[in-house]
Nanobody, 122 residues
């Protein structure tokens, strides 16, 4: 499945953004989807994941209570609602998909989008 992430941008600390990940080529409804992020000089890290049905969600401790992952299978889209943003949330955010991820949190998903930059100013 091809993935296109968008919706990043520049926001002040405490603000909100809602990146989206749109799929093409195949229906996203059979895929688990995750968001990862990578800050300059750091390794890619897990942010959030959602099962194909949307029933199960998983979050990194650093974003729990601030970020919400959701999906609209009719629109072939997964969203990441990011509230109470902090400067340490600054990174390129990637969406990834897999029909049967071996791990919800490891960056081993089969398909990846190109990333969208989120910059949080203090």
């Amino acid at each position: 499945v091809q993935l296109q992430a968008s919706g990043g941008g520049l926001v002040q600390a405490g603000g909100s953004l809602r990146p989206s990940c749109v799929a093409s080529g195949r229906t996203l409804s059979r895929f688990a989807v995750a968001w990862f992020r990578q800050a300059p000089g750091k390794e890619r890290e897990f942010v959030a994941a959602i099962s194909w049905s949307g029933v199960r969600t998983y979050y990194a401790d650093s974003v729990k209570g601030r970020f919400t992952i959701s999906r609209d299978n009719a629109k072939n889209t997964v969203y990441l609602q990011m509230n109470s943003l902090k400067p340490e949330d600054t990174a390129v955010y990637y969406c990834a998909a897999d029909q049967a991820p071996g791990s919800w949190t490891a960056p081993t998903y089969a398909d990846w989008g190109q990333g969208t930059l989120v910059t949080v100013s203090s």
